[in-house]
């Protein structure tokens, strides 16, 4: 329950905890480790059933600024809903379980959102894992500081989906996640994603919305989160299926809420949205398939049963992922998914990785 006692903190941190008995503790202890001790941490059990249960417990006898919610599991975008729902603080901020923050985040945020007219959003960069324990760093690609509305509308809305950067290095210019901003609680009562169904991209959605609807928006040049991408419970190690079905709907949500400010905009940023969704489908059978033509085979039935024509919108997009789209939509499927293993490859997404499990021949 809130501590109606106590004067409201300025940041309400929300972890959503499920089966991260191997790795909550470092989230939770990088979280405690910051310098700016204005904040109530919110840690979401979504019906764990190893020890995150026992491990948010024993947090929360420690230290008052923790709660701990239980609840019966139904998904992330419930859990992280239930914690906002609960929220206090004048910024929301969301870190995921298996990863972590680094020291001077909330510093340099408290910094830039305690101005008398401060922004909707403080978004700052990350550093990304690969397999071999190396750290990428992915900082904010244009000039940091402060976006009004008119310099967002003319720097970022236009590419907010476009990568900067070559090969590992690519990303889109505003990340489609929760983790690498601290977004005003107003903001985000207001774009929060209400279809819990979504076990993917639920996150993007609403990071998606925010930032289009931010009146202004600071940017650090710093990278204070470290995205663990090949941690024991990172979706890149369990099959999900469902997965494209989960994509359609992600981006049928983000097309009925089009209307109003730049529209005709938002319509072609949701036809990338789409077609990534698309890519990370795909991507998805060829990490879990035992050869590339068993991927194609599971795709090809995957596309015959979604029965789309085109399978992804083509407008707005460019030629290779329009021609892409056209070779899944008339069932070429082993060319194409050729050319999506080589381009995952030189952007460094997980295409095979240890620990992922294979599905058997035939299926």
Same mark, same amino acid.
């Given at each position: ?46 019906? =764990? ?10 947090? &929360? $006898? ?43 985040? $909330? ?13 909707? %959003?403080?978004?700052? #960069? ?11 760093? +992915? ?21 907010? %989906? ?12 505003? +990340?489609? /996640? ?32 925010? /930032?289009?609807? &931010? ?34 709907? *992600? ?11 730049? &529209? ?8 990338? %949205? ?48 329009? &021609? +892409? ?7 070429? /499927?082993?060319?194409?998914? %050729? *050319?999506?293993? $080589?381009? +995952? ?5 997980? /295409?095979?990785? =240890? #620990? ?5 021949? #035939?299926?």
């Amino acid at each position: 329950m809130k501590r109606a006692d106590q004067e409201s903190p300025f940041f309400s941190i929300i972890v959503p905890a499920y089966n991260n008995e191997h790795e909550l503790k470092r989230c939770i202890d990088s979280i405690l480790a910051q310098h700016s001790a204005d904040f109530e941490l919110i840690i979401v059990n979504d019906g =764990s059933t190893d020890a995150t249960p026992d491990i948010c417990d024993a947090y &929360a $006898l420690q230290d008052s600024r923790i709660q701990v919610v239980h609840k019966e599991n139904q998904g992330v975008a419930a859990a992280r809903n239930d914690g906002l729902f609960r929220a206090a603080g004048k910024y929301v901020y969301y870190a995921d379980a298996d990863d972590w923050i680094e020291q001077g985040l $909330l510093q340099e945020a408290i910094h830039v959102l305690e101005q008398p007219e401060p922004p909707d %959003l403080f978004i700052f #960069g990350h550093k990304r894992s690969l397999e071999t324990g190396k750290l990428v760093h +992915c900082p904010w690609p244009l000039a940091p500081g402060s976006y009004s509305r008119e310099r967002l509308e003319a720097a970022v809305y236009p590419r907010m %989906l476009q990568a900067f950067g070559t090969g590992r290095e690519a990303r889109n210019l505003v +990340c489609p /996640v929760l983790w690498d901003k601290i977004i005003a609680r107003d903001l985000l009562l207001a774009h929060y994603c209400t279809d819990i169904s979504l076990f993917y991209g639920e996150d993007l959605v609403c990071a998606y919305e925010c /930032v289009r609807f &931010a009146k202004e928006i600071y940017f650090s040049g710093s990278c204070y989160y470290v995205y663990d991408q090949y941690s024991e419970s990172s979706m890149y190690r369990r099959y999900h299926p469902g997965l494209f079905r989960n994509n359609i709907a *992600m981006a049928a949500y983000l097309r009925s809420r089009e209307n109003g400010r730049n &529209a005709a905009l938002a319509r072609k940023q949701v036809n990338e %949205l789409a077609f990534n969704g698309l890519i990370t489908a795909a991507c998805q059978e060829i990490r879990f398939a035992s050869s590339l033509r068993q991927a194609a085979r599971r795709w090809k039935t995957i596309l015959k049963e979604e029965a789309a024509f085109p399978v992804s919108p083509l407008e707005g997009l460019s030629f290779p992922a329009r &021609a +892409c789209i056209l070779l899944f939509s008339f069932r070429i /499927v082993y060319p194409a998914m %050729l *050319m999506i293993k $080589l381009l +995952c490859g030189k952007k460094g997404i997980p /295409v095979k990785t =240890s #620990g992922a499990g294979t599905l058997p021949e #035939g299926k």
